[in-house]
């Protein structure tokens, strides 16, 4: 059974940081795009950040770029999401996801994806 599980949400004021972690089980996760979306209640999946198998590209959306970092540990099967400078607008729960398609910034793009994680930020 494949399965990707998020870790290290939390309530935090703006400013702070936080570093989300997502642990895929279940089958060897180096092959694919990684992924890191989030949503509001009420609203549509928003598209976060990637990251190429290898590792050696990244993407991000443009409301968190400069200030998000993801990151892969091949070895460790893991995949991260470094969070600075968070705004009350990044409040949400943050999903981690997978797929084999190039260049995935729509959530019908994934295939596999985590329970989420909130992330709450006070002003």
């Known amino acids: 059974q494949v399965q990707l599980v998020e870790s290290g949400g939390g309530t935090v004021q703006a400013g702070d940081s936080l570093r989300l972690s997502c642990a895929p089980s279940?089958?060897?996760?180096?092959?694919?795009?990684m992924g890191w979306f989030r949503q509001v209640p009420g609203q549509e999946r928003e598209f976060v950040a990637y990251?190429?198998?290898?590792?050696?590209?990244?993407y991000y959306a443009d409301s968190v770029k400069g200030r998000f970092t993801i990151s892969r540990d091949s070895a460790k099967n893991m995949v991260y999401l470094q969070m600075n400078s968070l705004k009350p607008e990044d409040t949400a729960v943050y999903y981690c996801?997978?797929?084999?398609?190039?260049?995935?910034?729509?959530?019908?793009?994934?295939?596999?994806w985590g329970q989420g994680t909130q992330v709450t930020v006070s002003s």
């Open positions: 990251i190429s198998s290898s590792g050696g590209m990244t």
């Open positions: 996801a997978a797929t084999l398609r190039g260049w995935p910034t729509r959530s019908d793009e994934y295939d596999y």
């Open positions: 279940g089958r060897t996760f180096s092959r694919y795009v």
